[in-house]
């Protein structure tokens, strides 16, 4: 008999301070990128010739205040990242989270190097891939914490479906899609933020990603008899996200891209558009942890002798 992985709550604790500390870091970055203080820092790994832990508190003022912290910050979530992965290692016998955590290690080290070459090669291409990796890094830490959750470890053996075999697949192809818009519609966002182009390319999957979240929580709501197993306030929180990150990039737009926004104040711009970018990592998140979990308790079994047509999935 395979052995089950059992309930930790320190391990599930941890990732999740490991990926709280990572949506601050990409919080961090949407401020440095919004006060376009990339390169307010002009080397790296160093400060100023100084150690990066030893530099003066003193100094950190203006755009070094936000460009150091989010070296600070980084270098907390890569510690971070390696505790997870020691926990993962020590205390949950999965095989494939184990990989999963070094996954994230990856993630995280190849963040800090396109971070620096950042500074060091200044090339806008690698800001742009910096940041679309910060979501799919922060997506993967959610994602662990999910597995990690007494939910999913003390249901290993229980997942069954009470919707119909096509529902159940139908709802799991427009939860995936609309992940995979969103993340698109992030990377369409990146590029707007660092080059100034391709406004129409995220207009489109703006409204893309608007209507296929609206689809996805329709289905959710008329189809799905589990809802109690797979959480109702997920789409429903999907949805609120949905509605402030469209005023969000109204704003942004405004704001940025508008005579009328020349005469906003830099804080309110900067405050729009780093708001934009936190509440797209979460709407990214969010629909990923509701994929997960739609594969996770709409598992159809279907026996070898019975018909794909069967409109019933029994255990």
Same mark, same amino acid.
């Given at each position: 008999?395979?052995?089950?992985?059992?309930?930790?709550?320190?391990?599930?604790?941890?990732?999740?301070?490991?990926?709280?500390?990572?949506?601050?870091?990409?919080?961090?970055?949407?401020?440095?990128?919004?006060?376009?203080?990339?390169?307010?820092?002009?080397?790296?790994?160093?400060?100023?010739?100084?150690?990066?832990?030893?530099?003066?508190?003193?100094?950190?003022?203006?755009?070094?205040?936000?460009?150091?912290?989010?070296?600070?910050?980084?270098?907390?979530?890569?510690?971070?990242?390696?505790?997870?992965?020691?926990?993962?290692?020590?205390?949950?016998?999965?095989?494939?989270?184990?990989?999963?955590?070094?996954?994230? =290690?990856?993630?995280?080290?190849?963040?800090?190097?396109?971070?620096?070459?950042?500074?060091?090669?200044?090339?806008?291409?690698?800001?742009?891939?910096?940041?679309?990796?910060?979501?799919?890094?922060?997506?993967?830490?959610?994602?662990?914490?999910?597995?990690?959750?007494?939910?999913?470890?003390?249901?290993?053996?229980?997942?069954?479906?009470?919707?119909?075999?096509?529902?159940?697949?139908?709802?799991?192809?427009?939860? =995936?899609?609309?992940?995979?818009?969103?993340?698109?519609?992030?990377?369409?966002?990146?590029?707007?933020?660092?080059?100034?182009?391709?406004?129409?390319?995220?207009?489109?999957?703006?409204?893309?990603?608007?209507?296929?979240?609206?689809?996805?929580?329709?289905?959710?709501?008329?189809?799905?008899?589990?809802?109690?197993?797979?959480?109702?306030?997920?789409?429903?929180?999907?949805?609120?996200?949905?509605?402030?990150?469209?005023?969000?990039?109204?704003?942004?737009?405004?704001?940025?891209?508008?005579?009328?926004?020349?005469?906003?104040?830099?804080?309110? &711009?900067?405050?729009?558009?780093?708001?934009?970018?936190?509440?797209?990592?979460?709407?990214?998140?969010?629909?990923?942890?509701?994929?997960?979990?739609?594969?996770?308790?709409?598992?159809?079994?279907?026996?070898?002798? &019975?018909?794909?047509?069967?409109?019933?999935?029994?255990?």
């Amino acid at each position: 008999m395979k052995k089950q992985s059992s309930y930790s709550p320190w391990l599930h604790i941890v990732a999740w301070f490991t990926a709280g500390a990572t949506f601050l870091l990409i919080v961090i970055g949407g401020i440095v990128t919004s006060t376009e203080s990339g390169l307010a820092v002009p080397d790296w790994p160093t400060t100023f010739g100084y150690n990066m832990f030893l530099y003066p508190l003193s100094e950190m003022v203006g755009g070094i205040l936000y460009e150091h912290s989010h070296r600070l910050m980084g270098s907390l979530v890569g510690l971070l990242t390696i505790l997870l992965l020691v926990m993962l290692l020590v205390r949950d016998s999965r095989k494939w989270i184990k990989w999963l955590g070094f996954a994230a =290690l990856i993630g995280v080290s190849v963040q800090g190097v396109l971070g620096g070459l950042r500074v060091t090669e200044l090339n806008l291409n690698f800001a742009i891939v910096h940041a679309c990796l910060a979501q799919a890094f922060f997506a993967l830490l959610c994602g662990i914490c999910w597995f990690t959750s007494r939910n999913w470890v003390e249901n290993q053996n229980h997942s069954e479906s009470t919707v119909d075999t096509v529902s159940a697949k139908k709802l799991r192809r427009l939860s =995936l899609i609309t992940t995979c818009l969103i993340y698109v519609q992030l990377i369409f966002g990146a590029i707007l933020r660092h080059t100034g182009s391709r406004l129409d390319a995220h207009l489109l999957f703006a409204f893309l990603v608007t209507l296929h979240i609206f689809l996805l929580v329709r289905r959710f709501f008329s189809v799905n008899e589990n809802t109690e197993r797979i959480g109702q306030s997920l789409p429903l929180l999907l949805l609120g996200l949905l509605v402030v990150q469209l005023m969000l990039g109204l704003g942004a737009y405004i704001t940025k891209l508008t005579t009328v926004g020349a005469t906003a104040s830099a804080l309110l &711009t900067d405050i729009v558009t780093t708001s934009h970018v936190a509440v797209g990592a979460l709407m990214l998140v969010s629909s990923f942890v509701i994929t997960l979990k739609i594969y996770r308790f709409t598992e159809t079994t279907i026996s070898v002798d &019975t018909p794909v047509t069967s409109s019933l999935v029994t255990e």
